[in-house]
Every structure is written in C-alpha cells, then in structure tokens.
C-alpha cells in the first residue's frame, strides 16, 4: 500500500530541521566567543591577533573557494593591498583615525578585487587560477619597485593610533578586543551570505554551472560579486595586520602567501563555515612552534607534507571529517 505524505507535515518537518541547525550554530557560535573572549588572559594577545588575521584571511578566501568553487592563486595581492594602503595612510596623515585608515585599506582592496575579477571571471578552473595568479604577481613587483612600500625593507613603524579617537590601541588587550570584534563581525557576515539565497545560488554554481545558467541565473554576476566580498575580506584582514604588528613587507604579497591561505582552507575544511579558523590556526601554530626549534629550516617542507597528506587522506579537512564522523555515528 502506498504510503501518502501531507505537504504540511513535510514543510513543517523541514522548518524544525533547520531550527535544530540554527540553534546548533548559535550553540556553537556562543562557545567560539567565549573561549575567543577568555583568551588572551591565557595566551600572548599579539599571537592570538596574528592567529585572528590569517583566520578573516582564510574565511575570506573560502567564501571564493569553497563555497563558489573558484580557486584563486592571488588572494595575496588583497592582503598586501590592504596593509600597505594602511601602513601609508596612517603614517603619513597623522591626523587620520585608525579606523578610517583601515576602512581606506578596505576600499582599495575591494577596487583591485573587481578588477580582477572582472580580467578572470571568464576563466574556469586552472585557466581562471593562472590568470589570478598572473595578475598578483604583477601586484607584487609593483609593491616592489614603489618606493612608498620600502621596497624589499618594508614598511616600518605604522602607528596604532586611537580607536574613534578614544581607545588607545597600544595597549595589546584593547587591541585584541578591536580585531576580536572586527573577525566575528565578519565571520557572521560570511555565514549570513551562505544561508541566505544568494548563498545557495553560489553552492549551486560550485555543484552544477551549467544547470544554474539554465535556471536563468546570471552565473558571472553573481561570482564577480563573490569575488569582490572575498578581496574586500582579504584586504580588511591585511589592513588589520599592518596596524597590529605596525608593519607590511613583501612577504604578505608574495605567492607562497596565496598558497598558505589555501593551505590553511584545506586543512581546516573547505566549504564549512569554521573550517578556515581551524586551519589558520593549525598552520600558525605548526609554524611558530617549528621556527622556535630545530626545524625551524624545514617549516615549508613539513607544511607540504601536510597539504598532501590531506589531500591525499583527508579531503574534507578537519572540520569536515569530525561532521562527516558526527553524522554517521552520532547522528
């Protein structure tokens, strides 16, 4: 006998499931906080702000990748962007606000951010990546020969300023706070946008290009506009790191840079929303730790062995092993 199914029962099935996730991600968003807030009374705060940089950094790069499926080998090229309009601004317009230099930073990266994608959207797969990383390298040797960057030495001494004229961000616990707030503010933007219906078409992008240009969907648009979050994201992280360790060097728009943030990306889980935090995190702390002992000449080697072991073992990354163990164990 066939069995039938109420259409009432089943939206109202469906609206409880996603009230279990939502309460699930506030759960989970509420302990995040918690222990990001306890934090720097357990560890050294510019430490954890260098943690929280590259995590906005990699948050920002899965927007791209692993929600809209386009790998990007020149996210470096928004990072040094942002931290070099920065460094310059607040060093040389004394009068200039720190927040008002890092939103400067913003803007220029999410400018050059559309102008990439602009030159690559039209690319798919390994032809849009080489593309993107042609054009940051091009990025790279002009911060090179400017002599506002302090070419191969570095910008030097950026000064933290006041928050809104009032907080002093020389004290490192005021600014943890500042970059706290900066990196949660972002990170629920990044989850508001995957859950919302522009995320879904993003996803859809990602699984099936073809089936959602036939849905009518202006697919181009729709990743150009990914593309742009994802460099403005890049650019914030930057232009809060140059004010954090008061300074920008090349190392930030090299391409080995573009390769770490993927790195991190694949080792915490691309496509989760808190896989980049767990990643950036790993990698950080493998690197610190590593440069502090007697490997401290085998930090890259040691980091590729990682990307291929994950690649090859572990695929969907830490996070999205333990949610694939969750869901068939526990579930």
Request: with cysteine.
């Amino acid at each position: 006998m066939s069995q039938s199914f109420n259409p009432a029962d089943i939206h109202k099935a469906i609206l409880e499931q996603q009230k279990s996730e939502d309460r699930k991600k506030m759960m989970l968003n509420g302990i995040l906080v918690l222990l990001l807030v306890a934090a720097p009374f357990v560890m050294y705060p510019v430490f954890l702000m260098k943690i929280l940089c590259f995590a906005l950094f990699a948050v920002a790069f899965n927007l791209l990748f692993g929600f809209t499926g386009l790998l990007s080998f020149g996210h470096a090229a928004f990072l040094a962007t942002g931290g070099y309009t920065t460094g310059y601004l607040l060093t040389n317009f004394s009068g200039l606000t720190t927040e008002m230099g890092i939103l400067a930073g913003t803007a220029v990266a999410t400018v050059l951010g559309l102008a990439f994608a602009l030159l690559s959207i039209r690319r798919q797969g390994i032809y849009f990546a080489m593309v993107t990383l042609a054009l940051a390298q091009l990025v790279f040797f002009f911060f090179v020969q400017s002599e506002f960057t302090g070419g191969e030495d570095g910008m030097h001494g950026i000064p933290r300023g006041h928050l809104l004229g009032l907080i002093n961000l020389e004290n490192n616990f005021n600014m943890y706070y500042f970059v706290l707030a900066v990196f949660l503010g972002c990170y629920l933007l990044v989850q508001r946008i995957v859950s919302s219906p522009y995320g879904q078409v993003l996803k859809s992008i990602k699984q099936n290009e073809p089936r959602a240009v036939s849905l009518g969907y202006n697919v181009n648009r729709y990743k150009v506009l990914a593309f742009v979050i994802s460099a403005a994201l890049a650019g914030l992280a930057g232009s809060m790191k140059s004010v954090v360790f008061q300074l920008s060097s090349l190392n930030d728009a090299h391409w080995h840079m573009s390769g770490e943030v993927i790195l991190m990306t694949l080792v915490g889980g691309m496509g989760t929303l808190l896989g980049p935090v767990v990643g950036a995190t790993f990698v950080v702390n493998v690197e610190y730790h590593l440069s502090q002992g007697a490997l401290r000449d085998w930090v890259d080697p040691i980091l590729g062995g990682i990307f291929i072991l994950v690649v090859l073992a572990f695929r969907s990354g830490i996070v999205g092993e333990i949610q694939k163990f969750i869901k068939k164990n526990l579930a």
